[in-house]
């Protein structure tokens, strides 16, 4: 492990008013091409729960489920409550959550596009095997693959892109991600909407197709140029000097270059970056890694996106309008990501997750509200009030997807030393996939059990995160990815929980100075 004192910070000063480069045309197509990564986990997200409403793929794997959906006695709230239902959306996230910890030293010592060739290849497999089923365990086998890939390409690929781009724009093409992730479920949702009636295979061909995004990440990032970042850290100096020349488009790169250089040379002392982690002066980063994927999941998104079609077929739609309304919330999260993108660099993270915290709470509640005064255990919602429902829960997914659903990967992505970073991310990876699993395998009996209270279940903490965003997360828009470190030592509250350490030219902020003047911009 590394010293104390300046050598321990890697990064010794701001650097980044001489930073030059620009967008370029390299940065535009690596950072197109590795979201593609995201389409992969969208596009799952998307299809199952379009898939498990199918009732030749119910009667043919959940037979059980099959006879109690069709069964005009069932509690509308318990009608799709079956773990084994459960397990075949949840098994890809818990093989998602230990191939991201393998994931980790894979990304660090050979470099970001492997994670993504790695995480293609899997998921292409987990496609094969799923379209070829004949057996509940071929198709569970088939999710697990799924799952490795998800939790190799949600490793590489928001890595990749916070180091290619540039810090002025690092959080718009960081929700390339995302982008591509909403661009999947819509896809996804589109699919299932054309595949519902062809039986007894059109659940075959919605779960064949994520082979298509699959082999595109695979080639896609045999092609990619690895990120000066990686090639820096693995002792590639000049090379990574020559590929961050063509991405800024610019041969004055030195300050740059010098902050990717003192970051490397942190980061190659570095041994164990796990345990590295959990030191005192990298509490904020780990904190932030643990909770911002948490919360992404408690607002109860994936629910929402996993059982869709589920969701609203318990609501009283037929199947052709379940369907057809999951494909409009996947517009709906699709579109207002875009409003994310061209926004995130000027507002900033913090004003776009609070105030999509509040807006998302305000949904929960008034879908609560009607589902429990109108809609019952064996009760239809009337068309005003299933129109009602729709039109909320799309306002809900409009505000995730310009605040939590981005942001959730943006933050986590971005805030990590060099020495920690592929550590950090696989922690960020893990923690989501870890709650996503929890969530869809407990969704349906938690549906069952608080019935519309489930809403307010969510409503809960979405409020504890928004408050969390206002107390603890300070404002990184602009903030150069290097000089991340920096910033912790300014705000209010992590000020004080970081060891004291002189820094150079001014940035002398222990636990006790009162940080600079501008500090209450960091709150």
């Known amino acids: 492990m590394a010293g104390g004192g300046m050598a321990a910070l890697g990064v010794k000063k701001e650097r980044a008013a001489e930073y030059k480069g620009r967008m370029t045309w390299a940065v535009a197509m ?15 997200i998307g299809i199952s729960g379009g898939v498990t409403s199918m009732d030749p793929f119910l009667e043919k794997f959940f037979p059980v489920v099959f006879r109690r959906k069709n069964s005009g006695h069932q509690n509308n709230y318990c009608k799709y409550d079956n773990q084994g239902l459960s397990a075949f959306t949840s098994s890809l996230y818990l093989a998602g959550l230990v191939s991201s910890l393998f994931a980790s030293p894979v990304t660090r010592n050979y470099g970001r596009r492997a994670s ?33 890939g998800i939790g190799f390409g949600n490793q590489g690929v928001p890595l990749y892109l916070s180091e290619m781009a540039p810090a002025h724009l690092r959080g718009a093409l960081n ?52 990120t000066p970042n990686s090639l820096i850290e693995r002792g590639r100096s000049e090379e990574g000097r020559r590929v961050l020349e063509r991405i800024r488009g610019t041969a004055d790169v030195d300050a740059e270059f010098m902050d990717m250089t003192e970051a490397s040379e942190l980061a190659n002392t570095i041994k164990n970056p796990f345990r590295n982690i959990l030191e005192r002066r990298n509490r904020p980063q780990l904190v932030m890694a643990v909770c911002m994927p948490a919360f992404q999941i408690l607002t109860g998104i994936n629910s929402i996106l996993f059982y869709a079609p589920v969701l609203f077929q318990t609501m009283g739609f037929g199947a052709d309008a379940s369907l057809y309304s999951s494909v ?69 997914v409009m505000a995730f997807g310009w605040s939590w659903g981005p942001l959730g990967w943006t933050v986590p992505s971005e805030i990590f030393p060099l020495e920690t970073r592929s550590a950090g991310q696989s922690i960020t990876v893990a923690v989501n996939l870890f709650f996503t699993f929890v969530i869809a395998q407990a969704f349906l009996s938690l549906l ?76």
């Open 116 to 148: 993504i060739v790695c995480g293609g290849i899997s998921f292409l497999i987990g496609a094969i095997l799923n379209v070829a089923a004949v057996n509940l365990a071929m198709l569970i086998l088939g999710r697990i693959m799924l799952g490795v």
């Open 30 to 44: 690596a950072c197109l091409v590795a979201a593609v990564g995201g389409s992969i986990f969208g596009y799952d």
């Open 175 to 226: 929700m390339m991600f995302q982008l591509a992730t909403t661009l999947g479920i819509f896809t996804a949702n589109m699919i299932n909407y054309g595949t519902q009636n062809i039986n007894p295979w059109g659940w075959r061909l919605s779960l064949g197709l994520a082979a298509a995004p699959a082999l595109l990440m695979t080639v896609g990032g045999l092609m990619l140029p690895e």
């Open 328 to 396: 409009i919330t996947g517009a709906v999260l699709c579109l207002s990501t875009l409003i994310s993108i061209g926004t995130v660099d000027r507002l900033g993270r913090r004003k776009l997750l609070i105030s999509g915290g509040i807006q998302m709470i305000v949904c929960q509640v008034i879908v609560a509200v009607i589902l429990g005064v109108k809609f019952g255990t064996d009760k239809q919602l009337s068309r005003s009030y299933s129109i009602a429902v729709v039109l909320v829960i799309c306002l809900f």
């Open 448 to 523: 069952c059990a608080l019935k519309f209270g489930i809403f307010l279940f969510f409503a809960g903490w979405i409020t504890v995160m928004t408050v969390f965003v206002y107390i603890f997360l300070p404002e990184t828009k602009g903030v150069p990815i290097e000089e991340m470190v920096l910033l912790w030592r300014k705000h209010w509250f992590w000020k004080k929980v970081m060891p004291d350490m002189p820094l150079e030219d001014g940035w002398g902020v222990g636990a006790g100075d009162g940080g600079r003047a501008d500090d209450k911009n960091h709150r």
